[in-house]
């Protein structure tokens, strides 16, 4: 049970793919107060944007549905509000499947805030001159492939939403920690300059932002940093105070671990300048903070700092950029690997034959160099998977590349199997710019009866 | 006689673009100066050569007796149009903790 003037915030998702189970356990036994489904990944809502642009009822997270169904009863009874961006590209569309789905639960009318705003694409269209951040070169060439733009919205309109009083707020693209500190500015009524707060609240959303990963997923390692029952590991929480103080915990009785360990890989992670971590909120600054083991599975945080944030908001531009092309075949025992090398040469000049070309093409022998590469120092193993994948604007050239691969079986060297079906599959990049905030019209709006 | 950065420290790869961060942070906290003198991003270079472009630098993090070492160039250009199997890079941390280092004693 947590302590009086404690407000508890869980972390239900980390990514659209995220396990769906922990955050029901979260929901029955976690006593929590807010649930937060981080699910959009860099360039999850330019999929999405394709799936609307196919079908204007869709545009949302496609994993919504499912993990609706699943926690909604339990957090209707236990008085569990939901924060998510499962809005993604159609946070209005999200909204009236979230209160259709609680509809069929028989859970009644339930009400949606919406946030809306994030969709940058008509401002950034007139803005070839921006400059991307990743090459340095102005916005102006990918303007005509583009699929999407969407600000990294902060928490303050996600306080306004929680404002509303609905049960369940969902957003297009809102920065991940924003998620997790809109609740507590809500609950205790921070203020965005209250920087110390703002800087904890952000630590605490930055250490739940990737669900498992800081109660001993991607972390274990046998014999060296076992992770106890990690078949059952149970997602975290953020036990938040009024004045900032923070305590990282996960659900009773899962398995898995949170410790300083986890907690310490997990801070650091996806930070570059640990005293600059830039989010909509603030420009935190991890370098002071200590991390302290309080109890069994539960570590507090501290001295996490910060400075204002910064006038400008990231905007993820998504952009149609060619196909990739896949196609993989094995071999095994003697002279595995020469018979692999030998079949990539003669794909590769079946290929060039053909006339195809690639603005960029690998080989991997799976087994040996498909993740480090360094070939010529690895030793030969049993047996070994040929990989080969190619990136170009032709589409016929990125399935020739798994068409030729699978052709092996017949027309390569001796004894291959197993090859896959040729794998293509459209390529969609992400560039990033930054708007001044007073560009962007963030706004929340409610679907159903409050 | 020599030890792996793997002997002292654990560590986690993220992505960002075409940026990996890979953390080493050391099982105890006396081995820190050790690591701020020989794991040099020089050291590191030299074990991403063949992946990444660079260039490197290296963010002291006392307080949490860790490293947080920021590699560009090193993702395949990128999460969205990267070839390799590993998208990501999260297998990058164990090549940064098969970095073999001058024995401390």
């Known amino acids: 049970m947590k302590a009086e003037g404690v407000i508890r915030v869980g972390a239900g998702a980390g990514t659209s793919d995220d396990r769906m189970v922990p955050a029901l356990e979260l929901a029955e036994r976690g006593d929590i107060d807010y649930l937060v489904f981080e699910c959009l990944a860099e360039r999850t809502v330019s999929r999405e944007n394709l799936s609307r642009s196919k079908n204007p009822e869709q545009g949302y997270s496609p994993s919504l549905h499912a993990r609706l169904r699943m926690v909604l009863p339990a957090c209707i009874k236990n008085g569990i509000r939901i924060v998510s961006n499962m809005g993604a590209a159609n946070p209005l569309g999200g909204a009236r499947a979230a209160r259709k789905e609680a509809k069929d639960l028989g859970l009644g009318d339930i009400p949606v805030a919406v946030v809306l705003g994030d969709d940058a694409s008509n401002l950034v269209k007139s803005r070839g001159d921006l400059i991307m951040i990743e090459n340095g070169e102005p916005l102006e060439s990918i303007l005509p492939k583009m699929i999407s733009a969407n600000a990294y919205l902060g928490a303050d309109v996600m306080v ?5 009083g609905a049960p369940i707020v969902l957003s297009g693209r809102v920065a991940d920690p924003s998620l997790f ?9 921070w203020t965005i300059d209250d920087l110390p707060k703002i800087a904890q609240g952000t630590a605490a959303g930055h250490l739940l ?3 498992a990963s800081v109660t001993g997923g991607c972390f274990g390692w046998p014999g060296k940093k076992d992770v106890p029952n990690l078949a059952n590991n149970g997602f975290p929480f953020a036990d938040v105070r009024a004045d900032g103080s923070i305590v990282i915990s996960k659900t009773p009785g899962t398995g898995g671990r949170l410790d300083v360990m986890t907690c310490t890989e997990q801070l650091i992670y996806e930070i570059h300048d640990p005293t600059a971590y830039i989010t909509p909120d603030c420009v935190l600054d991890i370098t002071g903070i200590s991390l302290e083991q309080e109890a069994s599975d539960r570590v507090r945080v501290s001295g996490a700092r910060a400075k204002p944030a910064t006038p400008t908001y990231k905007v993820n531009v998504g952009y149609t950029d060619g196909y990739i092309g896949e196609g993989e075949v094995s071999y095994g025992g003697i002279d595995a690997i020469a018979r692999a ?11 060039k034959r053909q006339g195809f070309k690639y603005d960029d093409f690998r080989v991997d022998l799976i087994g040996m160099s498909s993740l480090h590469g360094q070939l010529d120092i690895r030793p030969e193993p049993y047996e070994v998977r040929l990989r080969m994948a190619g990136r170009t604007y032709d589409r016929k050239a990125a399935h020739a590349i798994g068409f030729e691969v699978r052709a092996l079986h017949m027309h390569g060297p001796g004894g291959a199997g197993g090859a896959i079906e040729p794998r293509v599959r459209d390529v969609l990049a992400v560039k990033s710019v930054l708007l001044p905030k007073n ?4 706004q929340v709006l409610v679907e159903g009866t409050l | 006689m020599s030890v792996r950065v793997y002997d ?5 790869a993220g992505d960002k673009g075409n940026t990996s961060n890979i953390s080493v942070i050391c099982y105890d906290a006396k081995h820190w100066e050790f690591l701020e003198r020989e794991l040099t991003t020089a050291r590191v270079a030299e074990a991403f050569k063949h992946i990444a472009k660079g260039p490197i630098k290296r963010h002291p993090l006392r307080n949490l007796k860790a490293f947080n070492f920021v590699i560009e160039n090193a993702l395949g250009g990128g999460v969205t149009v990267s070839l390799a199997q590993d998208i990501h890079g999260k297998s990058y941390s164990n090549v940064m903790l098969a970095i073999e280092l001058p024995d401390p004693k």
């Open chain 2, 8 to 12: 002292l420290a654990h560590s986690r």
């Open chain 1, 209 to 211: 932002e990737c669900t």
């Open chain 1, 181 to 189: 500190l809109a609740p507590m500015m809500h609950e205790f009524g």
């Open chain 1, 439 to 442: 560009l962007i019209n963030a």
């Open chain 1, 160 to 164: 306004e939403a929680l404002n509303t």
């Open chain 1, 341 to 351: 090398k030998w079949a990539a040469e003669i794909v590769k000049e079946r290929l």
